[in-house]
């Protein structure tokens, strides 16, 4: 079985400084891990998603993520906010070999100030 | 390239009315996937489907159902529509094969607004 958990179903930033969105998955076996985000209404767009290799994953928009084996995290980072960043970011883990399925968070919501 | 295309993006049905949502995936996609989005259960995975076949089915009653054509447009009908079934129905598509590795990224469509009285 695989889970996702976000926490912090809200988080605000001033721009400019660090954003951190955390994720832990929970997943018998190695995962594939996703960053998504939504837009008001809009669908979900992806951010970033991990694989293999290298654990630091850099997607659109300055947002990264590293995932931590030892820790089950896939964390998202952006160095510094910008008011376009304000939305909802879903985590969303897959480690069902031969199905498109994903199994997400329940997301959090970014507010920036200005 | 154009992305995911679902109609109509607003509906609204009273109870014991039946919907049909439907979905056309990126040109070469073969996968569609189906997700409900609602503020009290996120979003929780319906069906996926390839090569007109069902490969994965979530947890929702039968009035729940789907299906997907020879070109992989894909319909999903609510049958019976309660309120509890007010909700954003999001299509996704991704480029799979005949074995999916479950790394395919899956680009999402707008989404399809039910809302039911």
């Known amino acids: 079985a695989q889970s996702v958990t976000q926490l912090g179903s809200h988080v605000s930033v001033s721009e400019g400084a660090l954003v951190l969105l955390r994720c832990n998955y929970s997943?018998?076996?190695?995962?594939?891990l996703f960053w998504y985000v939504q837009y008001p209404n809009q669908g979900l767009q992806l951010l970033l998603k991990?694989?293999?290799?290298?654990?630091l994953v850099k997607g659109i928009n300055g947002f990264e993520a590293e995932f931590k084996k030892s820790e089950t995290s896939f964390h998202l980072t952006k160095p510094s906010a910008h008011m376009s960043d304000a939305a909802e970011y879903f985590c969303a883990v897959n480690s069902n070999f031969g199905n498109e399925k994903l199994t997400f968070g329940t997301g959090t919501r970014l507010t920036i100030i200005p | 390239k154009a992305g995911v295309t679902q109609t109509p993006r607003y509906l609204i049905k009273t109870r014991g009315q039946q919907v049909t949502l439907s979905c056309s995936p990126i040109s070469g996609h073969r996968s569609v996937s189906w997700y409900q989005q609602t503020p009290g259960q996120g979003l929780q995975f319906l069906f996926e489907?390839?090569?007109?076949?069902?490969?994965n089915k979530g947890n929702f009653p039968g009035r729940f159902s789907g299906r997907q054509f020879s070109n992989s447009r894909s319909e999903m009908n609510v049958s019976t529509l309660e309120l509890g079934d007010s909700a954003l129905y999001l299509c996704?598509?991704?480029?799979?094969?005949?074995?999916?590795?479950?790394?395919?990224?899956?680009?999402f469509g707008a989404g399809s607004r039910l809302t039911v009285l």
């Open positions: 991990y694989t293999t290799g290298a654990t």
């Open positions: 489907y390839f090569s007109e076949t069902q490969r």
């Open positions: 997943s018998s076996v190695p995962p594939y």
């Open positions: 996704a598509s991704s480029f799979r094969g005949q074995l999916s590795s479950g790394a395919n990224v899956l680009t």
